[in-house]
């Protein structure tokens, strides 16, 4: 796996490798004498994020740093040569020479012939588009969480047009058996192609789908995407009127976070309230991403 621009660059082999690897970091992390400490010894990764990021980017480059490696970064785009009309691809062309490995956020989605430049990249978001690291991560939060147990009901909730994680997600769990179903708004559905995967939850969602979830997944409006605030957003499509014991004892809520209203504070102190130990599992899982993509040995 040279680059990780979205789900389908994943075969299952690469998924499996990926999970282990994320146990072995998490046992090891921080442990200096752990040949993990060094396995990126004089690699570098730079991070280059054209939209803003606060885990995403701070995640990769604690997984980076974990690993032995170096990290550069151009903080804020509008103070590189792009902001004196280079093009995108100069930059990455640029930025290529200098990394052994990219991490790219961008506005739009990112085109395929991204492949001819010469240093493996990741893709941290890519506009409307996805965020397979993020999937990535959710996944390995839903099996530490349920195993292999695979005859589970998943329930995306909220602006699944623009919520580039949902779409990544829905992709990496289509090649499993979980069950999928989505309540959003009316202009606010899943790209076409992503329809198919999933089951729609009617208005009364909160008595007849919402207790029978093992997995539910509620994401913020992306208002930076469009300019048409949704009424009641929090309420309808979020979890703001829903009561916890609604929800089964052994289900968990998972969001990629940041959240405005749709996920209330006092959910947080809910064990089932999983969202910072995705947060968490972010920098184990990125380390094992970093080393697949950069083919560093396999440790035991
Ligand atoms: C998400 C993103 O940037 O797509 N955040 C993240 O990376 N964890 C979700 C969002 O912005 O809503």
Wanted: aromatic share 8%; proline share 4%.
């Amino acid at each position: 796996m040279r680059n990780l621009l979205k789900v389908s660059d994943l075969n299952k082999s690469d998924i499996n490798l990926i999970l282990e690897n994320t146990n072995l970091v998490k046992k090891n992390i921080g442990c200096p004498y752990h040949p993990l400490a060094k396995i990126a010894n004089r690699k570098f990764m730079a991070n280059l994020f054209f939209e803003p990021s606060t885990r995403t980017r701070l995640s990769f480059e604690t997984a980076m740093k974990s690993l032995g490696g170096e990290v550069i970064t151009i903080d804020n785009v509008n103070n590189s040569s792009f902001e004196k009309g280079e093009s995108f691809s100069d930059t990455l062309r640029t930025v290529a020479q200098y990394a052994d490995v990219m991490v790219l956020r961008t506005k739009h989605k990112i085109e395929e012939n991204l492949t001819e430049i010469p240093t493996s990249i990741i893709n941290a978001g890519d506009g409307d588009g996805g965020h397979p690291s993020q999937a990535l991560i959710d996944f390995y939060t839903i099996r530490s969480k349920f195993g292999l147990k695979e005859d589970l009901n998943v329930l995306f909730l909220g602006d699944l047009k623009y919520s580039r994680t949902v779409h990544s997600l829905i992709k990496l769990l289509s090649n499993y058996n979980y069950k999928l179903y989505h309540r959003c708004p009316n202009n606010r559905k899943l790209p076409i192609s992503l329809r198919k995967f999933s089951e729609d939850a009617e208005e009364n969602w909160t008595e007849r789908i919402l207790p029978k979830m093992d997995i539910i997944y509620s994401v913020r409006e992306q208002k930076e995407r469009i300019d048409d605030n949704i009424f009641n957003y929090a309420i309808k499509y979020g979890l703001k009127a829903v009561n916890l014991n609604m929800i089964k004892d052994s289900a968990i809520i998972m969001s990629p976070l940041p959240r405005e209203e749709e996920i209330p504070v006092w959910f947080d102190k809910d064990p089932r309230s999983v969202y910072f130990e995705q947060v968490k599992n972010g920098v184990y899982v990125r380390a094992a991403i970093l080393m697949q993509i950069l083919e560093l040995d396999r440790l035991n």
